[in-house]
């Protein structure tokens, strides 16, 4: 018990507890030798103890208790939320000698969801330039809509963030959402994947299989990278958008369902179509609504807000805190055009949270090599690994041996000059 990372309480009978592991010791900050034999209510006083204690849930109805959220008291820490499980405690005779109760901090997932639900986080997609703006506005306006909608946009823009949403706001929200990435899956099984097969359809078809569109009945289906959807796949695809019907593989018998279609691409669509690769008239059943994602380098102004929202996720992601960003990293940033867009940018922000001291700053020095490789970092790590022996001796010339003021030009500690002019034999 004491080698898991979720907290284990048990009680006797009488709601004593009789053992506590070592993660409940630590996420309660209470002692173990301060906690046995003494009542749980005394010390955790969950907004259940009063009225509605699990254990004695449990032992009434000798059902579990999975997933339920309270808070608890915590020592030194005040309250925090936490998930618990309950189940009743039996001896070797299946006798109920008392509970067992089990629980994690979702303080971080809570603290996550806050920042997910901000203003200016869209259902996951964050943005405030007039751009953005407008699209949140446009899958508002469509939400009662059941009417194909086709997402372009170049890769790592959020395509199925943004689909995501229009599904989390439309009137099929509680219903079926099924994702079907058209590049994954091999040409030869796609039509059998979409719409079904009977058996003996093809040489490994033992028994009949249902598709992905007669599993969606009801709901909604995206499909990701439309235009690496085989040509000869597209007609079936066109059918079903205008009647709404499909035959499986290796039969004739005429189905339907009711499912809305989504789809999404990064290439150009008049650019496949002139190719023949794909069907112009798909295209246009697919281009009911069309919502054109903007690449990350026409929407800067959004660029500081995204940077605070990652930052804040991967602080929660790796336990840390980051005090900021350093104005040199926030211009280095500013410039950088991002080919990757903001999944680029994601993993830029996740690659410096992790490099980043906990209560530390984000700088330069801690941006991927790519963005810093002509940048000359004033950062704290810069005076250990990046910054020569003579660049430190003019630095010291410029301010007249000034110890204190290249400390805090160079952003450091005196010390640490102290320690690298000694490795030279110039402390003196």
């Given at each position: ?75 030194g820490k005040g309250k925090i939320p936490i998930k618990l499980n309950a189940a009743i405690l039996k001896d070797g005779l299946n006798q109920p000698v008392g509970g067992v109760i089990s629980f994690r ?113 009801g709901g909604t289906i995206f499909l990701d990278e439309i235009c690496d959807l085989p040509i000869e796949a597209q007609p079936k695809l066109l059918r079903f958008l205008q009647e709404g019907t499909f ?182």
């Amino acid at each position: 018990m004491d080698s898991i990372a979720e907290a284990v309480i048990t009680v006797d009978k009488d709601f004593k507890v009789t053992f506590i592991n070592d993660a409940a010791e630590r996420i309660t900050g209470f002692k173990k030798s301060e906690i046995l034999g003494q009542y749980c209510r005394h010390f955790f006083d969950s907004n259940f103890c009063e009225y509605n204690c699990p254990i004695v849930n449990v032992l009434k109805s000798e059902k579990n208790v999975y997933d339920r959220e309270t808070e608890i008291n915590c020592n030194g820490k005040g309250k925090i939320p936490i998930k618990l499980n309950a189940a009743i405690l039996k001896d070797g005779l299946n006798q109920p000698v008392g509970g067992v109760i089990s629980f994690r901090d979702i303080s971080a997932l809570k603290e996550l969801s806050g920042i997910l639900k901000s203003e200016t986080n869209y259902h996951g997609y964050v943005g405030k330039s007039k751009k953005i703006l407008n699209i949140f506005k446009l899958i508002d306006e469509i939400s009662d809509t059941d009417a194909p909608i086709i997402i372009t946009g170049e890769t790592g823009t959020g395509k199925e963030i943004i689909a995501n949403a229009v599904q989390t706001v439309s009137k099929r929200k509680s219903k079926k959402y099924i994702k079907v990435n058209c590049s994954v899956i091999p040409p030869n099984l796609i039509i059998s994947e979409l719409f079904g097969h009977v058996k003996g359809a093809f040489t490994d078809a033992k028994y009949d299989r249902i598709g992905r569109f007669e599993f969606a009945d009801g709901g909604t289906i995206f499909l990701d990278e439309i235009c690496d959807l085989p040509i000869e796949a597209q007609p079936k695809l066109l059918r079903f958008l205008q009647e709404g019907t499909f035959e499986r593989l290796g039969e004739s018998t005429t189905r339907n369902a009711d499912v809305r279609v989504i789809a999404a691409t990064n290439k150009n669509i008049e650019s496949e179509i002139k190719k023949g690769s794909f069907r112009e008239d798909l295209y246009y059943r697919l281009d009911v609504i069309n919502i054109e994602l903007p690449p990350l380098r026409e929407r800067k102004d959004d660029l500081p807000l995204l940077i605070n929202f990652f930052i804040k996720k991967y602080e929660n992601i790796y336990n840390k805190k980051i005090k900021d960003i350093d104005a040199a990293s926030l211009e280095i940033l500013m410039e950088y055009s991002f080919p990757g867009n903001t999944r680029e940018l994601e993993n830029i922000i996740e690659y410096s949270v992790i490099r980043t001291k906990n209560e530390g700053t984000i700088c330069a020095c801690l941006l991927p090599n790519k963005l810093r490789s002509k940048i000359k970092c004033k950062g704290k790590s810069e005076i250990t690994e990046d910054l020569h022996n003579n660049e430190l001796i003019e630095l010291l010339n410029k301010y007249q041996w000034n110890r204190n003021k290249v400390a805090s030009v160079l952003g450091i500690d005196r010390t640490t000059i102290w320690r690298r002019l000694k490795s030279m034999g110039l402390e003196k």
